[in-house]
């Protein structure tokens, strides 16, 4: 029989630090958004001084021209930039090192990162290891890494509405050998300036707006309800999944203000959670991406109705705020159990409405099950559940789903 135990502040590991002595928050330096923002980024370099651009961007953002709008602004301004295009989809060790020793022979001085999670967390990891390079193996940054200077300066611009990992002190890296994703926390590697601009997310197909979209609602979810949730981040994270109620199926369909709604929301999210910490949706999802690949989006999204289910017997009035915030009316005539169960049936109409099936048959393997349930627990992000779970029970919710 499942305990429903709730870990209280003293007990949450994914604070950077674990000591609540103060409440910590951190964030860009700056930050622009709206159509067009990008021209910002010629501003930024003037500025700063900046001499020459390591540019981290995916090769289907290269090949579709994505990639180019950046570009574009920075052949246009005269300044010159070496691009690096060695990022896979949940990026490598090998992606990592290979960038680092790119980034030492091309003579460059700053980064800029275009893309979703994958290029954004290359670029935080190369960035890192430039001005640390006693953590050059890269699995030494795992967890809470000691580094002692800020990563090289980076320009991040988002393509996806979802990760935010622009505005995060996160970064995720797999561990191709031991078939593992590894979480690093540094506030060290923040980008000094995020470009959020929707129009670099307009080329995204409906699926990956779907995905990252729903990531992002597991963002504000699951912030908000984390052990180390506290009224400034709760500030964020209902005002992000308001947002992304709204806007989420009108981007999906690649409607202007949905797209512009959702590239807010989801920055708000990251805001709060880069902060406060995440918990057991995002472990699991971390894993499922090393086993199978499995899009992180994707996976974060196939998992939340599941994860809250799990979470709602210590989440107190959380989930009718969640209700409200999500658009369910007369959440306030509701009995706990009523919000909690409408909280849930928004997010899974959402996740229908946008074509996200919360099914992992056919993905998951019988005889990985058990291995699986061991890395998610031990994943950085777990601790950071509000409730308390054991292997047994994160293996419990993996087959509720297969």
Request: negative net charge; aromatic residues 6%.
């Amino acid at each position: 029989m499942l305990k429903c135990i709730q870990l209280v502040k003293s007990e949450q590991f994914y604070n950077y630090g674990g000591v609540f002595m103060a409440q910590r928050f951190i964030l860009n330096g700056t930050s622009y958004h709206g159509a067009g923002a990008i021209q910002e980024i010629a501003t930024e370099v003037k500025s700063r001084g900046f001499k020459k651009a390591f540019v981290c961007s995916d090769p289907d953002l290269v090949k579709f021209g994505v990639t180019a709008k950046v570009l574009k602004v920075l052949d246009d301004n005269g300044f010159p930039y070496e691009l690096y295009s060695n990022i896979k989809p949940n990026p490598t060790i090998e992606n990592v090192q290979t960038g680092v020793e790119a980034f030492k022979n091309a003579g460059t001085d700053y980064l800029i990162a275009i893309g979703g999670g994958s290029s954004m967390d290359t670029a935080k990891a190369i960035g890192i290891i430039i001005n640390n390079p006693e953590f050059a193996d890269v699995r030494s940054l795992e967890g809470v890494a000691d580094t002692k200077n800020p990563a090289v300066p980076i320009i991040a611009v988002p393509t996806t509405a979802g990760t935010a990992a622009e505005v995060t002190i996160n970064y995720v890296i797999t561990d191709a050998e031991k078939n593992r994703k590894m979480v690093c926390v540094d506030p060290h590697d923040i980008p000094v300036v995020a470009v959020v601009d929707p129009d670099m997310m307009s080329s995204m197909p409906k699926g990956l707006t779907a995905a990252t979209g729903m990531d992002a609602l597991t963002h504000a979810i699951e912030g908000y309800i984390t052990a180390g949730a506290w009224e400034l981040s709760d500030m964020f994270h209902i005002k992000a999944i308001e947002l992304i109620a709204k806007n989420l199926r009108a981007a999906v369909n690649n409607e202007k203000d949905g797209r512009e709604g959702m590239a807010l929301g989801q920055y708000i999210a990251g805001m709060g959670f880069s902060n406060v910490g995440l918990g057991v949706d995002h472990a699991m999802a971390h894993t499922l991406s090393a086993y199978y690949d499995m899009p992180h989006g994707k996976a974060c999204a196939t998992l939340l109705p599941t994860s809250m289910e799990f979470n709602a017997c210590v989440s107190g009035e959380k989930y009718r705020e969640i209700a409200r915030a999500m658009g369910v009316k007369g959440v306030d005539e509701m009995s706990q159990e009523e919000y909690r169960k409408a909280a849930i049936d928004a997010v899974k109409q959402l996740a229908s409405d946008v074509g996200i099936e919360c099914s992992l048959k056919g993905i998951v393997k019988e005889e990985d099950l058990h291995q699986l349930s061991i890395d998610a627990f031990n994943d950085a992000c777990r601790p950071g559940n509000p409730r308390e779970c054991t292997v047994e029970d994160i293996e419990a919710l993996y087959r509720s789903l297969m």
